[in-house]
Every structure is written in C-alpha cells, then in structure tokens.
C-alpha cells in the first residue's frame, strides 16, 4: 500500500507503508559491541566507561543512531520519521538487556547526554534529543541540516525581513516560543521623498490613515445630515493639515508601540536594509547605504510588502504622488488627478471628494477589477453622485509643471483623442510591486511566480530554499490584506516552533472598500460564480435605504445587497455582497456563516435585528433571474 507523506521539506515522500527502510541492529554486531550472543554483557563491559565506549563507537560509525525501546511508543514516532525521510538509523533497542543493564545503559546515557529516557536520537555524531526534540528539529528545519552535517548555531533562530503587519505578528509568535529573533525593517523613501516608522504599509500608508480620512470624510456626511435631525452647524469648514497632522501622531505613536512590543517580546530590532550573502546569512545597511554588520539565521522569512508602482511617462516619479504620500502632504492637494480604478484609486476619490475636493478619476478599463462588477459600477455611480469624475479609457502620457500646477496629457483608447488638463496633485494608484528585487533573492535561487517578481511558496509559505519562508504581499497577488499576512505569519512561526500544524484558510477571507458608500464582500462574485458553477447559481439581491439615511435621502436607493447561492447544494451561500454603512462590520459577521457553510435557508430562519441594514440579509426573496424588482418594503 503505498501512502503520500507531506512534509515540510518541499518534497513529497511516496513511502510503502510495508517497506521497512531502516536497518534493524543486527545482533551479531550488537554481541560484538555488547557481549555475547545472547546477549549478555561480558564482566569486561560491565563498567558505564566501558558501555559508554561502545555507545561512541556506535555514534561515530552510523548517522542516526536511535537509544531505543522497542515498546517505546515515543521511540516508533521518531523512527517514522525517519522512516518517512527515507534515512536508515541503527537503533539499539535497550530492554533487549536484561532490566538492571538497560537501568545502567540509562545511566550511560543520562552522563553522556543530559537525559535518561529514550528515544535518545545523535545524528552525525551531535545529541539531538528525544521524541519532542526530534519532532521540533524536524519543523523548524534543523532536522534537515543535521542529516545533511552543515547544522550549525546561529545568531538567531528566526530574522524576519520586514517589519509590516505580518513580518511583526510572525517575528512575536516566534519568540513567544522562546526562540532567539531578529527583525530588520528600514522604508526607503518614496520618489517624492516620504518616508515612515515600524508598523509596514496597513500602518503607515496603507488601511489607518485610509480609515480615519474615509471617517473624516464620512463626518462632513454627518454634519451635513445633521441638519435634518434638529443641529445647527454653522462655518463647516475643513483643515487638511489639522487632520494630517492628528493622523501621522496617531501612526507615529503607533510605530513607537511596535518597538516597544518588539522590545517586550525580546525580539531584536534592526532598523536596517537587508541583504543575503547566502541562505543563512544576512548583510546590514543603515539607510545611507552604509554597511553596519553581519547576522546569521537558521530560518528568514520575507515579509517585505509592496511599494506603488511608478509608470515610465515624463513626470512620473518626479511630479506625482502615491498612496506612499497621500497621507502626510504637507499642504491640501487641491483639484485632485487619480490614475488607476481599483480600490486605492477609489478609495482615495471617496475620501478627498467627501473632503471637498475636487476630484477626477482617469480609468484605463474597468472600476475594481477582480472585485463583483455589478457592485462596481454602482460604486462608481455613487461616487459620480458624490462628484468625482470619470475620464474613461484613457491613459496618461506625461505630466508637466504649469507654473504652480501639473498639466496632464493623457490619451483616449477609443478614438485616439488627446485629453489636457490641469491639476494641483497627480495621484498614481496604478499597482504596487513586491519589495523582492535588491535583497540578494536572486544568489539563492529562490523561486519567483511566473513571469513576476512576486515569491513562490508551497502550502507551508516555504520557498524553494528550504530556511527561507515569505508570507504577505509579497506572495499575495489577490489577496493582499493585512489580516492574510497576520494570520499566514502566525501560523508559520507556530508550525516552525509551536507544534502547530495549520495552515492558511483561503477560503472566504472577507474584505471592504471604504468607499463613501462601502462595500463588503466574502466569497465569489456573481461572474466568477456563474463561471465555477455554471447554471447552478440562483442569485438573491435587494437594494435598500438605510434608516438613519431616510430623512435626507443620502445616497437614495442605493444600498444594497447580494447572496449568491448554489442551488446544488441546497443553496449553500458561496458569495456575500453589501454596500452600504458600516459594510466591514457586517461583512465581518457574515463572514463566519459563509465559512460555516450556511445555506439561503438558514438565512432565511435567522432573525433580524431591527431596524438594521444587516437585517435585509434575512428577509431576502427577489431572485435576479425573477426579474422582478429588488426593492425593500417598508417594516
Ligand atoms: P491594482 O488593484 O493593481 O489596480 C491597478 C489599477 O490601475 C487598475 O485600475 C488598472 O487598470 C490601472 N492601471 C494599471 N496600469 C495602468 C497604467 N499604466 N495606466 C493607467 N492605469 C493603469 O492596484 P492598486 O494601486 O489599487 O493597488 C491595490 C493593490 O493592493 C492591489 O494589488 C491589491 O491586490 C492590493 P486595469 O484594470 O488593469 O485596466
């Protein structure tokens, strides 16, 4: 019978669950290293300095030797392992002995190592331990180094490249098991010069100072709402540098928290660029670029993130802004540019629109690739409501300085026409690109997906170079969320050495785009759905308006809301879709009854929280196909 063993060195091992691998200790040798044929000690080997002599002879002359027993069940772990690794090991199995020599061997063995009981694993010569200790060396990799005789000790056991959501979550969990860690983290700067503390992208440019200017957009909302419930707000007026300047404290007082709990968790900061001179050892530069020292790792994992994309068109790099920037200018930005139509693009109009700002997105394709495009495109007419607006199909060319402002060429991909016009600030939001080129990856022979610069790793976040795991951005290509790098972090540093044995859920990982009008999604979209599982989808939708927006008709009759159901299986939901208030909590929640394998009907059976928008989700009956309309009723 032959069964597949996954394990963690990269390879898939097909072993015979019949096949004996290793040697059994033949007993002629075992008499001529112990005594005589029966087994016996002779009176000459009755001495633990004698026995202790034929133990070294056994160490020195095989690779793994096991101390064992054979009713030992901590002992047929260990030899399946190697079992498993395809490596032959000589075990003496010591209540062969009569009970008082295998006491003394015991003896022998507690001198010699330290311990006592068996399984008493040496591998090329070097005490590895018992069970535990061999089950460990085998997840965090040292197993392999030992078979293979380059095992060595290192400065430390783990060092992270990266000090971002999931380089720090990964580098704490490590040393939570009382590993020895080191973490290196050094931002070079934007192409307009900015630059930030400890914490990576989600902290720094990326979803905090996104989500606080998106509520401070969101106030202006409420402000103007107030009105109809009663408030007199007189002089609504805005400061970007009040915001700004609140935001970056709140970061800054972040990143000194980062470095406060690296300190806490004994892991080892270096704020410092580095760079492999090879699998085990790293290089490190201060942010001049000059060399500050050498460290050596067992095991590195890469979690060094993205940076915007820069197109090659005349005042790209020089002129124009990133999300690397947006959320410390110095100054408003003013009449405002956005490049690019995925989630930072929009994301950024909501925000700076609802600012009063005025806004222009230039759209090569389409609004939110990748994301339902039925949501999409009322995304992008809730914005248009909201007075951002769309340059569709076209594509920039060059910037250029016009006295104070940017004059903006750009081309149309339908007819060829050339588009002109003038802004204060030129937004890029056109891509990010993983942080991988530069590090000295490419010595390695680390393993880039095709045709990118985006890491190869198996299930395990283990690249092609066996001490070397990257999780992240750097993998992600779709699923680029500071949750996913947490939570592929975590479990890597518990499989290496917590005893965990997860890993990374793919399945209905949900997310939001914080638009004004938000949108929280989990699951397929319709189009992917209807490609997966063709005619075998029954969609339920229903557009609604959220109470608290009912007086002043905000966003009128645009909420809305989404299941997607797969009539094969009883309707089991298999995409999530809302857009309205408060879109991350209620997707959050829902989330959970997607993974749990909630089916229309046990939608259906739950009970409301009234009056919610989350409550339409159990009271849906329009079917898209129906074609009837999807409108709400009243309570
Ligand atoms: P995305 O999601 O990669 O989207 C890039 C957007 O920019 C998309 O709308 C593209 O249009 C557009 N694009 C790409 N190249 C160009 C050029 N040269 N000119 C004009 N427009 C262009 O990037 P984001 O910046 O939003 O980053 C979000 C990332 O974070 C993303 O990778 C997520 O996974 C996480 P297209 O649809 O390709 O025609």
Redesign the pocket.
């Given at each position: 019978m032959q069964c597949a063993v996954l394990l963690s060195r990269n390879i898939i091992l097909f072993i015979s669950t019949l096949k004996v691998v290793a040697p059994r200790p033949s007993s002629s040798r075992l008499a001529r290293r112990f005594g005589s044929g029966n087994l016996t000690f002779s009176a000459k080997m009755e001495t633990n300095l004698e026995i202790e002599s034929a133990f070294r002879g056994l160490i020195d002359t095989n690779k793994i030797v096991i101390f064992s027993k054979t009713t030992c069940p901590f002992c047929k772990k260990v030899k399946n392992i190697f079992n498993q690794l395809q490596e032959n090991y000589h075990a003496l199995e010591l209540d062969n002995y009569p009970a008082e020599k295998t006491s003394q061997m015991q003896d022998v063995l507690k001198d010699m190592t330290g311990q006592r009981t068996v399984p008493n694993v040496f591998i090329n010569k070097q005490h590895v331990g018992g069970c535990t200790d061999t089950e460990q060396a085998l997840a965090d990799g040292t197993l392999f180094d030992r078979l293979e005789g380059t095992f060595n000790t290192y400065d430390y056991d783990y060092i992270v490249i990266g000090g971002g959501s999931g380089g720090l979550a990964s580098a704490k969990e490590a040393s939570s098991y009382g590993r020895k860690v080191a973490c290196c983290d050094l931002v070079l700067p934007s192409p307009q010069g900015t630059s930030w503390g400890l914490g990576g992208t989600c902290v720094n440019v990326g979803c905090i100072p996104k989500k606080l200017m998106h509520k401070a957009a969101l106030m202006g909302e409420d402000i103007e709402d107030s009105a109809y419930f009663g408030w007199t707000t007189d002089n609504k007026r805005h400061s970007w540098e009040e915001m700004v300047t609140n935001i970056q404290d709140y970061i800054k007082s972040l990143n000194f928290k980062y470095r406060t709990d690296l300190k806490k968790k004994e892991v080892t900061y270096y704020n410092a660029y580095a760079k492999f001179v090879d699998k085990h050892t790293l290089n490190l530069y201060n942010k001049e670029g000059n060399f500050m020292k050498t460290i050596t790792g067992q095991n590195f994992l890469l979690a060094m993130g993205?940076r915007?994309v820069y197109?090659d068109f005349p005042g790209a790099r020089d002129l124009c802004i990133s999300s690397d920037d947006v959320f410390s200018l110095k100054e408003p930005p003013g009449k405002t540019l956005i490049?690019?139509?995925?989630?930072?693009?929009l994301e950024t109009a909501g925000f700076l629109v609802g600012l009063g700002f005025d806004v222009t997105v230039?759209?090569?394709?389409?609004l939110l690739?990748?994301f339902d495009q039925d949501i999409a495109n009322k995304i992008g007419e809730t914005l248009e409501a909201h007075g951002v607006k769309f340059v569709p199909k076209h594509?920039?060319e060059s910037v250029t300085k016009n006295g104070e402002n940017l004059l903006v060429r750009a081309k149309s991909l339908s007819d060829g026409s050339e588009y002109i016009d003038t802004f204060k600030t030129v937004f890029l939001?056109?891509?990010?690109e993983p942080c991988t080129t530069g590090i000295g990856l490419e010595n390695l022979n680390v393993k880039f997906q095709e045709s990118s610069t985006r890491i190869e790793v198996n299930e395990f976040s283990q690249t092609s170079v066996r001490n070397i795991f990257a999780v992240g951005d750097v993998v992600e290509?779709?699923l680029?969320l500071t949750p996913v790098a947490i939570q592929a972090g975590k479990l890597l540093a518990k499989r290496l050495y917590g005893k965990g044995k997860a890993l990374f859920d793919y399945n209905h990982v949900p997310t939001t785009v914080f638009t004004p009008l938000e949108y929280g999604c989990v699951g397929y979209s319709e189009e992917d759905a209807m490609k997966k599982f063709p005619d075998q989808i029954e969609v339920y939708h229903l557009h609604f308006q959220p109470l608290e927006w009912d007086l002043n008709k905000r966003n009128k009759n645009k909420s809305y809301g989404k299941l997607i159901c797969l009539k094969s299986e009883q309707e089991r939901v298999v995409g999530f879709h809302y857009l309205g208030p408060n879109a991350g909590e209620i997707t959050q929640g829902f989330a959970l009854a997607l993974k749990l394998g909630a089916k229309k009907d046990d939608f259906n059976n739950l009970i409301g929280i009234h009056p919610t928008c989350a409550e339409i989700f159990t009271t849906m009956t329009i079917t898209k196909a129906s074609g009837k309309p999807a409108e709400a009723g009243g309570c």
């Open positions: 993205c915007p197109p490049i690019g139509a995925s989630y930072i693009a230039m759209v090569r394709s389409i690739r990748g594509v920039p939001a056109i891509g990010r290509e779709k680029q």
